[in-house]
């Protein structure tokens, strides 16, 4: 099958005050279409970044980004930001980004459902993640591990075809942390995450090492 997601000779730079800044320097990566890659690195190895670049919310300076082989640096701002909110979703490190925080959990997941036009069963998919009988309840009332599951949960209402997660893992305890691996080993769809969490790089199917500059 092919990859879902692949960069090729992707490079960024930044100007600055002091200088131009090189985040990433013809790097290539591709994301099959199934399993967990891991972008492994510690910080200021440019995963972070690399990760805004594969999910289209940055443009790379050059290089291309194909999404299930279809180029999408060209793209509109309209037309990359249409993927973004059907086919390609991205979980930030801090739990509360990932949701709307006055919402309840199912409604959370009808809105990230009513987003790509799609439908959803809210009780079998907290099933699914692990979070049963929580569907009445305020996102601040769930644990920073809880929180995390319910963003991958929103990911899965609007049928993304890939999912993109930066340290997802990083500010949560160990048992939040588990819970969360648990659930990205499980998730339907293909997995990338940028991450230097040993445990979440021992169960990726494929890794990618990166190396600060």
């Known amino acids: 099958m092919a990859d879902v997601l692949t960069a090729q000779d992707v490079h960024v730079t930044y100007r600055t005050p002091a200088g131009t800044v ?28 690399l990760l805004r670049v594969l999910s289209l919310v940055e443009k790379p300076t050059s290089g291309e980004v194909l999404l299930s082989g279809s180029p ?5 701002a309209a037309r990359r930001r249409a993927l973004r909110r059907k086919d390609i979703a991205l979980v930030f490190q801090n739990p509360a980004d990932n949701l709307i925080g006055h919402l309840t959990v199912a409604d959370n997941l009808r809105a990230a459902a009513q987003a790509a036009g799609r439908p959803v069963d809210v009780e079998e998919l907290l099933e699914s993640l692990g979070l049963p009988g929580t569907s009445s309840w305020r996102v601040p009332a769930l644990s920073g591990g809880q929180q995390q599951r319910l963003a991958f949960g929103c990911a899965l209402a609007r049928g993304a075809s890939v999912v993109l997660a930066d340290e997802p893992t990083s500010q949560l305890d160990s048992a939040s942390a588990d819970l969360v691996l648990s659930t990205l080993v499980s998730l339907p769809v293909p997995v990338v995450v940028a991450s230097h969490d040993p445990r979440l790089i021992a169960l990726a199917a494929r890794t990618f ?3 600060a500059a």
Do not use: E, N, R
Not at 72 to 76: A, F, H, I, N
């Open 22 to 49: 090189t985040a990433l320097s013809g790097v290539s990566v591709s994301v099959p279409s199934s399993g967990m890659t891991v972008l492994a690195g510690p910080s200021g190895s440019g995963k972070s970044t």
């Open 72 to 76: 999408t640096v060209s793209l509109s």
């Open 209 to 211: 090492p990166m190396v």
